[in-house]
């Protein structure tokens, strides 16, 4: 009993020692993180240097939340470490990466804008605002060109159709989700959400019929389930299924 009631306070002191900004506690961002760099890894298919590209992109995830984490604090000195660490650290990667596919460098100028504005959110502690959130994700969808442009990959229209149907998507999920929890009661963020998915749904007859039924969904899932009492968990765990219909989806399309 003893070891049961001391161990949850161990940990907590632990945690307490280890200091803010070295573990990401933004669950919704690592669907975000990880499906457009793999289907541009599986659409171009894999190659060595995705690894350091993998490693520098979830590097570069740990150095922006440790810097947003810092600059809310009003640049606090205990909030420093972490983004010293991941920085280094990912710029290290990064010059491993660049050194097996010198060509990457040619992206970099997609990536200031949305970090910028992130960045920027933090500083003025907005950084739940749907600007931010939209900056954030439709960043993301820009790694499935760089990890594509990576594994060798030649077919352009392709594969910005595919980061089109991703920042669709995330974009989508960003609106939906406040929706149902910060912003539940804000009819133009609903009216934001529905007609987001409506345009996304009829945007996807340009590209497949499976992704405008899967889009359809969505649409049906935003304009229908917002004022329902779920909690944050039962609102994330269908997303997961989203995120890989969508997925699949603008890979086979």
Known sequence: MATTVLAPAA????????????????????AMLAAPLLVGIL???????????????????????????????????????????YAALAAALGAVTLVMAPGLLRWVP???????????ASATRTERSLVSGLATAIGSCLMAVVAYDAGGGTDWPRIWIIAGVLAAYFGGTVVYVKTMIRQRDSRPHYLLSVAWHVVAALAMLAVSTPL??????????????????LTPKTVGIPEIFATLAVTIGALLA
């Open 43 to 85: 659409a171009a298919g894999p190659r060595w240097v995705h690894l350091p590209l993998t490693a520098f992109w979830f590097a570069g995830y740990f150095t922006f939340f440790a810097t947003g984490l810092w600059l809310k604090s009003r640049r606090k000195a205990r909030y420093l470490p972490p983004v010293r660490t």
């Open 11 to 30: 940990e907590n002191r632990a945690h307490r020692r280890r200091g803010p900004g070295w573990v990401p506690n933004q669950h919704g961002a690592w």
């Open 110 to 120: 997609l990536f200031v804008a949305p970090p910028a504005i992130g960045m920027y």
């Open 212 to 229: 405008v039924v899967i889009f359809i969904a969505l649409a049906a899932r935003a304009a229908l389930l917002p004022g329902h009492p």
